[in-house]
């Protein structure tokens, strides 16, 4: 399976550049049935990814204090401020009816 996603900056081009390697959604639509071995396309760029490895959660503290948070927020190292920022984007109520899931990418050269 090959779908597309977008992402904001600053996380796009932390992608781009390989700093960072988990992707962190809610486990619903498209990425509720990526597979492990599925290719996926970072919209507007081009650059194909390969989820090696689809973690699931039941929200993104745990998520967070469970993967390895330089790679899915660089810059980051506090556990509530990770969670923050992922409320900027989904509200607890998303992510407590949903799950979340902690998709590991490859960049593909």
Same mark, same amino acid.
């Given at each position: 399976?090959? !779908? !597309?996603?977008?992402?904001q900056?600053?996380?796009?081009?932390?992608? @781009?550049? #390989?700093?960072?390697s988990?992707?962190?959604r809610?486990n619903?639509?498209?990425?509720?049935?990526?597979?492990?071995g599925?290719k996926?396309? @970072?919209?507007? !760029?081009?650059?194909?990814?390969?989820?090696?490895r689809?973690?699931?959660?039941?929200?993104f =503290? !745990?998520?967070? =204090?469970?993967?390895?948070i +330089?790679?899915?927020?660089? #810059?980051?190292?506090e556990?509530?401020? #990770?969670?923050?920022i992922?409320? =900027?984007?989904? +509200?607890?109520v =998303?992510?407590?009816?949903?799950?979340?899931?902690?998709?590991h @990418?490859?960049?593909?050269?």
């Amino acid at each position: 399976m090959k !779908t !597309t996603f977008n992402v904001q900056e600053p996380y796009r081009s932390q992608l @781009l550049t #390989g700093e960072k390697s988990i992707e962190g959604r809610l486990n619903k639509g498209k990425f509720s049935n990526l597979m492990p071995g599925d290719k996926i396309e @970072l919209e507007n !760029t081009g650059q194909i990814f390969l989820v090696e490895r689809i973690a699931h959660y039941k929200n993104f =503290q !745990t998520m967070l =204090q469970q993967e390895d948070i +330089t790679k899915i927020i660089p #810059g980051i190292s506090e556990i509530q401020e #990770g969670v923050a920022i992922y409320h =900027q984007f989904y +509200t607890p109520v =998303q992510e407590k009816e949903y799950g979340v899931l902690a998709i590991h @990418l490859k960049k593909e050269e």
